[in-house]
T-cell receptor, first 111, second 111 residues
Framework: QKEVEQNSGPLSVPEGAIASLNCTYSDRGSQSFFWYRQYSGKSPELIMSIYSNGDKEDGRFTAQLNKASQYVSLLIRDSQPSDSATYLCAVNNFGNEKLTFGTGTRLTIIP | DVKVTQSSRYLVKRTGEKVFLECVQDMDHENMFWYRQDPGLGLRLIYFSYDVKMKEKGDIPEGYSVSREKKERFSLILESASTNQTSMYLC??????????FGPGTRLTVT
């Protein structure tokens, strides 16, 4: 079982709709959770961090964390063509210097 | 804003050459990381450093070494480049909150 799992996609969403990206993780000791956006040929860019259960909103982005169910999700409201990218989920266990990355979900926003 | 820079965006080297990739961060972060990213394989950790002159192997250290003589600078060395080291190399710097910030990446081609 992979430590961090994401649906590879591609996920196609009409412009203006809500895009929902999901990530599950296996280590119950995980403490910190991150979403990165990566455009083709570019490096990952941190867009959201979440550390406690519940929702965290930043502009059109909402991260949701449920530690009991071991999943973290990213919602993108009012999706724009510029949101088309691969989204990487990353998880950290307290005291571990490293992040564990999922393999990413490719999102395409259809105009 | 965190700034992580890498010495080259594109690099072409011949098999057997010694290759140096350099990364510099300006946020006084203690932890720095080198990854490679290949299609279908995701991000794989090569080495990381948690302090000057301190280093730890990641998941795929074979064929690589690192150097950290100053806090802001972390170098990746390919002792004798091989074609299977053709990849995108990404450096990251980690904040105390465990967020990792990536440089722009170096696309290395070994011929």
């Amino acid at each position: 079982q992979k430590e961090v799992e994401q649906n590879s996609g591609p996920l196609s969403v009409p412009e203006g709709a809500i895009a929902s990206l999901n990530c599950t993780y296996s280590d119950r000791g995980s403490q910190s959770f991150f979403w990165y956006r990566q455009y083709s040929g570019k490096s990952p860019e941190l867009i959201m961090s979440i550390y406690s259960n519940g929702d965290k909103e930043d502009g059109r982005f909402t991260a949701q964390l449920n530690k009991a169910s071991q999943y973290v999700s990213l919602l993108i409201r009012d999706s724009q063509p510029s949101d088309s990218a691969t989204y990487l989920c990353a998880v950290n266990n307290f005291g571990n210097e490293k992040l564990t990355f999922g393999t990413g979900t490719r999102l395409t926003i259809i105009p | 804003d965190v700034k992580v820079t890498q010495s080259s965006r594109y690099l072409v080297k011949r098999t057997g050459e010694k290759v140096f990739l350099e990364c510099v961060q300006d946020m006084d972060h203690e932890n720095m990381f080198w990854y490679r990213q290949d299609p279908g394989l995701g991000l794989r950790l090569i080495y990381f450093s948690y302090d000057v002159k301190m280093k730890e192997k990641g998941d795929i250290p074979e064929g690589y070494s690192v150097s950290r003589e100053k806090k802001e600078r972390f170098s990746l060395i390919l002792e004798s480049a091989s074609t299977n080291q053709t990849s995108m190399y990404l450096c990251a710097s980690r904040a105390i909150s465990y967020e990792q910030y990536f440089g722009p990446g170096t696309r290395l081609t070994v011929t």
